[in-house]
């Protein structure tokens, strides 16, 4: 079975654009006193400044709906909660309506999946009235379960940030976490700036309180940890590398190994949606091009010969014209760890999309490549 590297690219192109359509979309309610930084927090975690267009459309008289045209997330933004009690409870009265009209719509796209509660650490007390509001949500919550997470925000000193999170946990409130952050660099004078801090813990937060249908979506959208990225992109290798091992439990004839070719695009789509970057054909292109021209075999084809198969300790010849499971795993795992590789350094700005079409782009990808078949057991 021969390999037609521009099919491998358009499929892995599909692949990508189809499982981005079909994420599912993340609905988050923000809550808090208006002041405390909540717009600058959301901008601040996702990739897309979602508090600046047009701040969303009023819903309820104490709520709007913040959301961007192509981009799955939906923020339920809360106001007023400073006007009074009698606000306050038309408040909490909003957000457990908005809860419960989500369940009944049966359609995880629609539910409402985690609350924000945001405290200004800033002001160096909390008000009796936010942690009385926060214990009569937890009660009315308690069949509904939607994870709450109450955020200290603008904590410009860290050590008052974590005495403040003392004093939250003392209260006993049905919450999951609370997590102090800074959310963008703070210049306090000119020789000193207080530096972002928390989000990445916000998020890993998010990533255990989330359900799974949700975990794709949350690291596509967010932009603040590299590691929660990687390690879910490392779970879809895992899960590939198991299938291809699965596929080649009887050893695969090497003419036959292209059926190999599905599962790794697969792969290769997730983890291109995990990280959130815009991957086009060309990029795609100097991928496969640049992985197959090691003589190799990752999108599994005639190509699986000694040559690659060498670079692995251990892996052997191809006895009988035909490939293990173990091989195809490991040849599996080579590819979509060199995917996150590269991902990861168009993250840091390290590479650019530009970069991987030039030949030194194609360079460095093969040079992952063969890293990675060196170091796969």
């Known amino acids: 079975m021969e390999i ?54 009023p819903v309820t008289t104490h709520m709007r709906r913040i959301t961007k045209k192509d981009f799955p997330l939906v923020v339920y933004d809360t106001r007023g909660f400073e006007l009074g009690k009698s606000v306050q409870e038309d408040v909490k ?44 949500l937890g009660a009315e919550n308690e069949m509904t379960q939607v994870p709450i997470i109450v955020v200290l925000t603008q ?10 999170r003392k004093a939250v946990e003392d209260e006993n409130l049905n919450v999951v976490q609370i997590v102090p ?48 990225k990687t390690k879910r992109a490392q779970a879809a290798v895992a899960t590939a590398t198991a299938a291809a091992a699965a596929a080649g ?22 983890i291109a949606v995990i990280f959130g970057i815009d991957i086009n054909k060309t990029v795609l292109a100097s991928f496969v091009s640049s992985v197959l021209g090691t003589g190799g075999a990752t999108l599994l084809g005639k190509t699986v010969v000694s040559n ?10 191809v006895a009988g014209g035909a490939i293990s499971g173990a091989t ?11 995917f996150i590789l590269v991902m990861t350094q168009i993250y840091k700005g390290e590479l650019t999309t530009k970069d991987l079409e030039s030949s030194e782009g194609k360079k460095i990808i093969t040079a992952i490549f063969k890293d990675q078949l060196k170091h796969s057991r």
């Open 4 to 57: 037609n590297t521009d099919q491998v690219v358009q499929d892995c192109f599909n692949a990508i654009r189809e499982k981005v359509q079909n994420l599912t979309t993340l609905n988050i309610i923000v809550a808090g006193k208006t002041g405390v930084g909540k717009s600058t927090l959301i901008n601040s975690v996702f990739r897309e400044n979602l508090a600046e267009t047009g701040m969303g459309r």
């Open 93 to 136: 009265e909003e957000v457990m309506k908005t809860i419960r009209d989500g369940l009944a719509c049966n359609d995880i796209s629609k539910a409402i999946h985690c609350i924000w509660y945001c405290i200004n650490a800033a002001s160096n007390r909390i008000e009796p009235e936010e942690i009385e509001w926060l214990r009569e």
């Open 155 to 164: 904590c410009f000193s860290k050590k008052k940030a974590q005495e403040m």
């Open 181 to 228: 952050v800074l959310a963008q660099d703070y210049e306090i004078d000119e020789e000193y700036v207080a530096k972002a801090f928390g989000l990445d813990v916000l998020i890993r937060v998010m990533s255990e309180a989330l359900p799974d249908e949700l975990l794709d979506t949350l690291q596509n959208l967010q932009k603040v940890s590299l590691d929660e």
């Open 249 to 270: 439990a009887t050893p695969i004839p090497i003419a036959d190994c292209a059926v190999l070719i599905p599962t790794q695009v697969a792969m290769i789509a997730s």
């Open 308 to 317: 690659v198969l060498k670079l692995i300790p251990g892996a052997g010849s």
């Open 328 to 338: 195809a795993g490991l040849l599996t795992t080579a590819l979509g760890e060199t």
